[in-house]
Protein backbone atom coordinates (compact mmCIF):
# COMPACT_ATOMS: atom_id res chain seq x y z
CA UNK A 1 0.00 0.00 0.00
CA UNK A 2 0.84 3.92 -0.45
CA UNK A 3 1.31 5.50 2.24
CA UNK A 4 2.59 9.02 3.79
CA UNK A 5 3.01 9.26 7.47
CA UNK A 6 3.15 12.24 9.48
CA UNK A 7 3.13 11.36 13.39
CA UNK A 8 3.52 15.26 14.54
CA UNK A 9 0.10 16.03 14.71
CA UNK A 10 1.55 19.83 16.25
CA UNK A 11 4.78 21.76 17.27
CA UNK A 12 5.86 24.38 18.44
CA UNK A 13 9.34 25.79 17.32
CA UNK A 14 10.85 29.26 18.79
CA UNK A 15 11.68 32.04 16.15
CA UNK A 16 14.84 31.57 14.41
CA UNK A 17 15.35 28.12 15.57
CA UNK A 18 15.61 25.35 13.61
CA UNK A 19 12.78 22.64 13.23
CA UNK A 20 12.15 19.07 11.87
CA UNK A 21 9.44 17.70 10.78
CA UNK A 22 9.11 13.68 10.17
CA UNK A 23 7.29 12.33 7.07
CA UNK A 24 7.76 8.13 6.31
CA UNK A 25 6.48 6.54 3.52
CA UNK A 26 5.87 3.60 2.09
CA UNK A 27 5.88 2.05 -1.56
CA UNK A 28 6.83 -0.81 -3.52
CA UNK A 29 7.22 1.62 -6.44
CA UNK A 30 11.28 1.70 -7.11
CA UNK A 31 10.81 5.27 -9.04
CA UNK A 32 8.47 7.81 -7.19
CA UNK A 33 8.51 11.53 -6.01
CA UNK A 34 8.34 13.29 -2.09
CA UNK A 35 7.47 16.52 -1.57
CA UNK A 36 6.22 18.84 0.77
CA UNK A 37 3.75 21.60 0.75
CA UNK A 38 2.60 24.55 3.15
CA UNK A 39 -0.83 25.52 3.99
CA UNK A 40 -1.39 28.78 5.77
CA UNK A 41 -4.40 29.77 7.69
CA UNK A 42 -5.60 31.29 4.35
CA UNK A 43 -6.21 27.71 3.18
CA UNK A 44 -3.89 27.75 -0.11
CA UNK A 45 -1.54 25.10 -0.75
CA UNK A 46 2.00 26.32 -1.46
CA UNK A 47 4.81 23.80 -2.57
CA UNK A 48 7.98 24.13 -1.09
CA UNK A 49 10.85 21.44 -1.98
CA UNK A 50 10.60 18.34 -4.05
CA UNK A 51 13.12 15.06 -3.62
CA UNK A 52 13.18 12.64 -6.50
CA UNK A 53 13.96 8.68 -5.14
CA UNK A 54 17.09 8.71 -7.19
CA UNK A 55 18.82 12.04 -6.67
CA UNK A 56 21.88 11.69 -5.04
CA UNK A 57 22.12 14.70 -3.11
CA UNK A 58 19.26 16.31 -0.51
CA UNK A 59 17.05 18.62 -2.26
CA UNK A 60 17.46 22.62 -0.57
CA UNK A 61 15.56 25.54 -1.40
CA UNK A 62 16.37 28.60 0.42
CA UNK A 63 16.14 27.80 3.80
CA UNK A 64 14.36 24.26 3.98
CA UNK A 65 16.03 20.99 2.93
CA UNK A 66 14.37 17.71 2.89
CA UNK A 67 16.53 15.21 5.04
CA UNK A 68 16.07 12.39 3.07
CA UNK A 69 16.84 8.68 3.97
CA UNK A 70 16.42 5.83 1.52
CA UNK A 71 16.81 3.12 3.47
CA UNK A 72 14.88 3.77 5.87
CA UNK A 73 11.59 5.36 4.04
CA UNK A 74 12.00 9.20 5.42
CA UNK A 75 11.95 12.17 4.07
CA UNK A 76 12.13 14.97 6.69
CA UNK A 77 11.28 18.56 6.48
CA UNK A 78 14.26 21.14 8.09
CA UNK A 79 12.81 24.59 8.28
CA UNK A 80 16.47 26.82 9.42
CA UNK A 81 16.00 29.75 11.00
CA UNK A 82 12.23 29.70 11.48
CA UNK A 83 10.30 33.02 11.26
CA UNK A 84 6.88 33.65 12.34
CA UNK A 85 5.29 33.35 9.24
CA UNK A 86 6.45 29.96 8.93
CA UNK A 87 3.54 29.22 11.35
CA UNK A 88 1.26 26.44 9.15
CA UNK A 89 0.05 23.25 8.54
CA UNK A 90 2.75 21.31 6.80
CA UNK A 91 2.00 18.22 4.31
CA UNK A 92 4.44 15.04 2.94
CA UNK A 93 3.46 13.70 -0.25
CA UNK A 94 4.44 11.25 -2.29
CA UNK A 95 4.05 10.87 -6.25
CA UNK A 96 4.65 7.44 -7.27
CA UNK A 97 5.54 6.78 -10.80
CA UNK A 98 4.18 3.56 -11.68
CA UNK A 99 1.15 5.68 -11.40
CA UNK A 100 0.00 6.79 -14.24
CA UNK A 101 -2.17 9.70 -13.14
CA UNK A 102 1.23 11.25 -11.06
CA UNK A 103 -1.40 12.02 -7.93
CA UNK A 104 0.03 13.08 -4.54
CA UNK A 105 -0.73 10.82 -1.95
CA UNK A 106 -0.98 13.04 0.83
CA UNK A 107 -0.14 12.70 5.07
CA UNK A 108 -1.86 14.03 7.51
CA UNK A 109 -0.41 16.96 7.90
CA UNK A 110 1.86 18.76 10.96
CA UNK A 111 0.67 21.71 12.15
CA UNK A 112 3.56 24.56 13.02
CA UNK A 113 3.55 27.40 15.71
CA UNK A 114 6.16 29.67 15.70
CA UNK A 115 6.51 31.43 19.04
CA UNK A 116 8.56 34.89 19.37
CA UNK B 1 -0.71 34.52 -15.43
CA UNK B 2 -3.34 33.94 -12.89
CA UNK B 3 -2.31 29.82 -12.38
CA UNK B 4 -4.72 28.08 -10.88
CA UNK B 5 -8.24 29.35 -10.22
CA UNK B 6 -11.30 28.03 -9.01
CA UNK B 7 -15.45 29.06 -9.22
CA UNK B 8 -16.65 29.32 -6.62
CA UNK B 9 -14.71 30.42 -3.60
CA UNK B 10 -18.25 29.31 -0.67
CA UNK B 11 -21.09 27.10 -1.53
CA UNK B 12 -23.82 25.81 0.94
CA UNK B 13 -25.90 23.30 -0.50
CA UNK B 14 -28.74 21.44 0.46
CA UNK B 15 -28.95 17.22 0.58
CA UNK B 16 -30.01 16.44 -2.68
CA UNK B 17 -29.10 19.61 -4.76
CA UNK B 18 -26.32 19.65 -7.34
CA UNK B 19 -23.83 21.71 -8.56
CA UNK B 20 -20.86 21.98 -10.23
CA UNK B 21 -17.01 23.70 -9.45
CA UNK B 22 -15.09 25.06 -11.95
CA UNK B 23 -11.19 24.96 -12.41
CA UNK B 24 -9.33 26.78 -14.78
CA UNK B 25 -5.37 26.76 -15.52
CA UNK B 26 -3.42 29.59 -17.71
CA UNK B 27 -0.15 27.65 -17.58
CA UNK B 28 -1.06 25.09 -20.15
CA UNK B 29 -0.36 21.78 -18.14
CA UNK B 30 -2.05 18.42 -19.34
CA UNK B 31 -2.56 17.30 -16.26
CA UNK B 32 -5.58 18.57 -13.84
CA UNK B 33 -7.21 16.89 -10.77
CA UNK B 34 -9.55 17.55 -8.36
CA UNK B 35 -8.96 16.78 -4.12
CA UNK B 36 -10.98 16.92 -1.20
CA UNK B 37 -9.83 17.83 2.19
CA UNK B 38 -11.33 16.49 5.30
CA UNK B 39 -10.62 18.37 9.08
CA UNK B 40 -7.77 16.46 9.97
CA UNK B 41 -6.61 14.44 6.83
CA UNK B 42 -4.53 15.54 4.00
CA UNK B 43 -5.77 16.13 0.24
CA UNK B 44 -7.03 12.45 -1.30
CA UNK B 45 -7.88 12.24 -5.03
CA UNK B 46 -11.61 12.45 -6.25
CA UNK B 47 -10.45 12.40 -10.18
CA UNK B 48 -8.32 13.48 -12.44
CA UNK B 49 -7.41 13.81 -16.41
CA UNK B 50 -4.53 13.42 -18.30
CA UNK B 51 -5.46 15.56 -21.32
CA UNK B 52 -8.18 17.37 -23.04
CA UNK B 53 -11.03 14.67 -23.45
CA UNK B 54 -9.77 12.43 -20.64
CA UNK B 55 -11.06 11.56 -17.14
CA UNK B 56 -10.22 9.05 -14.40
CA UNK B 57 -11.35 8.14 -11.27
CA UNK B 58 -9.50 8.55 -8.18
CA UNK B 59 -9.55 7.55 -4.34
CA UNK B 60 -12.89 9.00 -3.90
CA UNK B 61 -14.90 9.08 -6.85
CA UNK B 62 -18.28 8.24 -5.75
CA UNK B 63 -21.12 10.96 -5.75
CA UNK B 64 -19.30 13.15 -8.15
CA UNK B 65 -18.42 13.50 -11.40
CA UNK B 66 -16.04 15.45 -13.91
CA UNK B 67 -15.62 16.83 -17.75
CA UNK B 68 -12.42 17.86 -19.58
CA UNK B 69 -13.98 19.30 -22.67
CA UNK B 70 -10.87 22.46 -22.97
CA UNK B 71 -7.38 21.51 -22.38
CA UNK B 72 -7.47 24.49 -19.45
CA UNK B 73 -10.69 23.69 -18.06
CA UNK B 74 -11.57 21.20 -15.62
CA UNK B 75 -15.07 20.40 -13.92
CA UNK B 76 -16.46 18.91 -10.90
CA UNK B 77 -19.93 17.97 -10.48
CA UNK B 78 -22.06 16.88 -7.92
CA UNK B 79 -25.52 15.37 -9.17
CA UNK B 80 -26.98 14.84 -5.64
CA UNK B 81 -25.38 16.79 -2.66
CA UNK B 82 -24.82 14.88 0.74
CA UNK B 83 -24.05 15.84 3.95
CA UNK B 84 -20.42 13.63 4.04
CA UNK B 85 -19.21 15.54 0.49
CA UNK B 86 -18.68 18.52 3.04
CA UNK B 87 -15.37 19.58 2.52
CA UNK B 88 -12.89 21.96 1.18
CA UNK B 89 -12.36 21.18 -2.55
CA UNK B 90 -8.88 22.09 -4.22
CA UNK B 91 -8.05 21.52 -8.01
CA UNK B 92 -4.58 21.57 -9.19
CA UNK B 93 -2.53 21.58 -12.21
CA UNK B 94 0.89 19.86 -13.55
CA UNK B 95 2.70 19.39 -16.72
CA UNK B 96 2.58 16.28 -18.18
CA UNK B 97 3.52 13.25 -15.37
CA UNK B 98 6.76 13.51 -13.91
CA UNK B 99 9.08 14.83 -11.03
CA UNK B 100 6.93 17.86 -11.25
CA UNK B 101 4.91 20.15 -8.53
CA UNK B 102 1.28 20.22 -8.81
CA UNK B 103 0.03 23.75 -9.16
CA UNK B 104 -2.99 24.25 -7.03
CA UNK B 105 -6.35 26.51 -6.67
CA UNK B 106 -7.51 28.76 -3.77
CA UNK B 107 -10.44 25.81 -2.81
CA UNK B 108 -13.65 25.84 -2.66
CA UNK B 109 -15.30 25.62 1.03
CA UNK B 110 -18.47 23.81 0.25
CA UNK B 111 -20.80 23.08 3.05
CA UNK B 112 -23.95 20.31 2.64
CA UNK B 113 -26.86 20.96 5.12
Known amino acids: AQKITQTQPGMFVQEKEAVTLDCTYD???????LFWYKQPSSGEMIFLIY??????QNATEGRYSLNFQKARKSANLVISASQLGDSAMYFC?????????????FGSGTRLLVRP | NAGVTQTPKFRVLKTGQSMTLLCAQD?????MYWYRQDPGMGLRLIHY???????AKGEVPDGYNVSRLKKQNFLLGLESAAPSQTSVYFC????????????FGPGTRLTVT
Open chain 1, 27 to 33: TSDPSYG
Open chain 2, 92 to 103: ASSYSGGPYEQY
Open chain 1, 93 to 105: AMSPRMDSSYKLI
Open chain 2, 49 to 55: SVGEGTT
Open chain 2, 27 to 31: MNHEY
Open chain 1, 51 to 56: QGSYDQ
